[in-house]
């Protein structure tokens, strides 16, 4: 054992790799002796406040403010989110989906230090709705073992739309499903694209919103409140002070259930899910009926280009049904089950990743090969208006053989000779 003089004054034991404060009556440590030091586990909100703070340029003094952005795919929630995020946003001009996953953006919004949640649309172009149920929900059940609670929700619509579509509307039931009527004092009603919109159109659609009574007019009742994005930061940033004025923190029904334990077919969305691919089903037998009739008839006819066509729509028709019972399936998976599967979809898709990135590659050294080809068959005279490099051309002044990236009519800065470049 080492001596009590070993002890330094400030009451440390020197060891071999670590000096610990340590109390008379404990057990002295050899100067060799090691110490293992465990780490508290990594938990999610461990990992929330690191996103947050390896995203800002400056310290958080505070526990950041939760808000989610929700709304149909393309009705502009990332770029609601880039108005304010201290990095840049993927947004979306076509009809597929930039959010694929439940996604956090720390923001700094006046004085509070804010995560905006951004959040996937129903009725994607790329995932089944029982997928980014089961995305929402998890993240709702982190965030809550994180002791992580929304302030309020956002919720987007596009005015442009002229009328409220399929997807519109099953999106609008989604969000009153997972949020709950209880909650809409803390939850926006937000419009957007109000630029590219004519402005009469424009009051009139948001008329219809708030009137109607399978629209926002229930919400409205019960608290939510009503206001338009006018693709500023200044807009944005007054939506998001609404929500932090009020000071309150909500605990969605989707994600009450889920603590609860409840399954996801048997939650409020999960049912709605439920039910929308029990109509679609129904839908999808009532036109197998009708397109066998088809068939039938176009073989009474012998009309070949006529069957062909509608074996084409059979077998488009029967990859529906058989995306509908495998969603089914899914709204009634075990949490293990569901983990597994989008594992397994993630690893498609890298391998799918890989083997694109693979063949673009391909493609671009047969490009280059047939550039070195040509090259090589064209008389040394003509080589200065050749291709070298990829996306562009160069030439060489015919006088100093400078090269320019120039096109047309061009003087050489080198030697001031003028010449004509024609690609």
């Known amino acids: 054992m080492s001596s009590p003089a070993s002890k330094t004054a400030d009451n440390h034991i020197p060891g071999s790799w670590v000096s610990l404060p340590v109390a008379d009556c404990r057990p002295r440590l050899e100067m060799n002796d090691t110490v293992d030091v465990v780490p508290p586990p990594y938990s999610e909100q461990d990992r929330i406040w690191d996103a947050a703070r390896q995203t800002l340029p400056e310290k958080i003094p505070e526990r950041p403010k939760l808000i989610a952005i929700m709304g149909p795919t393309g009705v502009g929630k990332s770029t609601f989110i880039s108005k304010l995020a201290a990095r840049e946003m993927k947004i979306g001009h076509n009809?597929?989906?930039c959010t694929q996953e439940v996604e956090e953006v720390p923001c700094k919004v006046g004085n509070h230090y804010v995560i905006l949640v951004d959040t996937p649309g129903f009725n994607d172009t790329n995932r089944s709705?029982?997928?980014i149920l089961t995305a929402v929900a998890d993240w709702m059940k982190g965030s809550y073992k994180a002791d992580m609670r929304l302030s309020g929700i956002i919720y987007l619509h596009d005015i442009s739309d002229t009328r409220m579509t399929n997807s519109g509307l099953l999106n609008l039931n989604m969000f009153r499903n997972l949020c709950g009527d209880h909650n809409l004092k803390n939850v926006i009603l937000a419009t957007t694209k109000w630029g590219v919109t004519p402005l009469q159109d424009a009051r009139r659609r948001e008329k219809d919103l708030t009137s109607d009574t399978?629209?926002?007019r229930p919400m409205i009742a019960a608290g939510a409140v009503v206001r338009r994005f006018e693709n500023s930061p200044e807009s944005a940033t007054d939506l998001v002070k609404k929500i932090l004025d009020k000071g309150?923190?909500?605990v969605p029904t989707i994600q009450q259930e889920v603590v609860d334990g409840t399954k996801l077919a048997d939650t409020q969305a999960g049912a709605v899910i439920e039910a929308t691919i029990a109509r679609l089903q129904k839908q999808h037998d009532q036109e197998?009926?009708?397109l066998l009739e088809e068939v039938q008839r176009a073989k009474k006819e012998q009309n070949r280009s006529m069957q062909e066509a509608l074996e084409v729509e059979r077998q488009r028709l029967e990859k529906r049904m058989a995306e509908r019972e495998e969603e089914a399936r899914q709204l009634h998976m075990t949490t293990n089950e569901a983990l597994q599967l989008r594992i397994k979809k993630l690893e498609e898709e890298q391998a799918q990743w890989t083997a694109e990135e693979?063949?673009?590659?391909?493609e671009i050294e047969q490009f280059k090969q047939k550039v070195?080809?040509?090259q090589s068959k064209l008389p040394k005279k003509d080589k200065h208006?050749?291709?070298v490099g990829f996306w562009h051309l160069r030439w060489r002044c015919q006088v100093c053989k400078n090269k320019s990236e120039d096109e047309g009519r061009w003087r050489c800065p080198d030697c001031g000779h003028v010449q004509e470049n024609i690609s």
């Open 95 to 97: 009809l597929s989906s």
């Open 129 to 131: 709705d029982t997928e």
């Open 214 to 216: 399978r629209f926002w």
């Open 248 to 250: 309150q923190k909500i």
């Open 288 to 290: 197998k009926q009708a």
């Open 358 to 362: 693979a063949e673009v590659a391909e």
């Open 372 to 374: 070195r080809d040509y």
């Open 385 to 387: 208006k050749v291709k």
